[in-house]
């Protein structure tokens, strides 16, 4: 084989070894797939104080929502989550916000601008709760869906549009 070849061999074995690199870098970041799996059992407190456990909600659909005071994404996607615990609860939790903020800061956002459902404060060291919850980017706002059954059904980051919350909390049965 000629040096050329040589050449264009080893550049192809190191791109395929790079690529192979950065997707397996990419998929670290996303955090493992949740989806199919039970759901993290987390017991967190809540304003007062109280711990709750995720499987307090069993029995019922649940859109978990990692959210922090400071994060402007978070603060607006709140009325749509209020607005679909309004229309879907029915007397029950759906939307579970987990704060991934400090009690005080969380505390003093709630008094200027109350929600209709649960808060809990999320962890924030390691292993923090949004790592649990498979967002190992550490994105904000990010969301969990759980079946009945406490399996998750889905993961988001971002903001959820209005389709996305009417999917998960109205018409996919999933």
Same mark, same amino acid.
């Given at each position: 084989?000629?040096?050329?070849?040589?050449?264009?061999?080893?550049?192809?074995?190191?791109?395929?070894?790079?690529?192979?690199?950065?997707?397996?870098?990419?998929?670290?970041?996303?955090?493992?797939?949740?989806?199919?799996?039970?759901?993290?059992?987390?017991?967190?407190?809540?304003?007062?104080?109280?711990?709750?456990?995720?499987?307090?909600?069993?029995?019922?659909?649940?859109?978990?929502?990692?959210?922090?005071?400071?994060?402007?994404?978070?603060?607006?996607?709140?009325?749509?989550?209020?607005?679909?615990?309004?229309?879907?609860?029915?007397?029950?939790?759906? !939307? /579970?916000?987990?704060?991934? *903020?400090? @009690? %005080?800061?969380? &505390?003093?956002?709630?008094? $200027?601008?109350? +929600?209709?459902?649960? !808060? /809990?404060?999320?962890?924030? *060291?390691? @292993? %923090?709760?949004? &790592?649990?919850?498979?967002? $190992?980017?550490? +994105?904000?706002?990010?969301?969990?869906?759980?079946?009945? *059954?406490?399996?998750?059904?889905?993961?988001?980051?971002?903001?959820?549009?209005?389709?996305?919350?009417?999917?998960?909390?109205?018409?996919?049965?999933?």
């Amino acid at each position: 084989m000629s040096r050329a070849t040589w050449l264009i061999l080893a550049l192809a074995v190191l791109a395929g070894a790079a690529g192979g690199w950065l997707q397996h870098a990419a998929r670290e970041r996303r955090g493992p797939d949740l989806a199919g799996r039970p759901a993290p059992s987390l017991s967190l407190p809540d304003l007062d104080g109280r711990t709750h456990t995720l499987a307090e909600y069993a029995g019922r659909r649940v859109l978990v929502n990692l959210w922090a005071s400071w994060c402007g994404p978070c603060r607006r996607e709140m009325p749509a989550l209020a607005a679909a615990q309004a229309r879907f609860g029915g007397g029950h939790p759906v !939307v /579970l916000g987990i704060a991934m *903020d400090s @009690p %005080d800061n969380v &505390r003093d956002y709630l008094q $200027a601008h109350p +929600v209709n459902y649960p !808060v /809990l404060l999320g962890r924030l *060291d390691p @292993p %923090d709760t949004a &790592r649990q919850l498979g967002d $190992a980017a550490g +994105v904000l706002p990010y969301s969990v869906l759980l079946g009945a *059954d406490g399996t998750v059904l889905a993961s988001h980051a971002g903001v959820l549009d209005a389709a996305t919350l009417e999917d998960w909390l109205g018409g996919n049965p999933w």
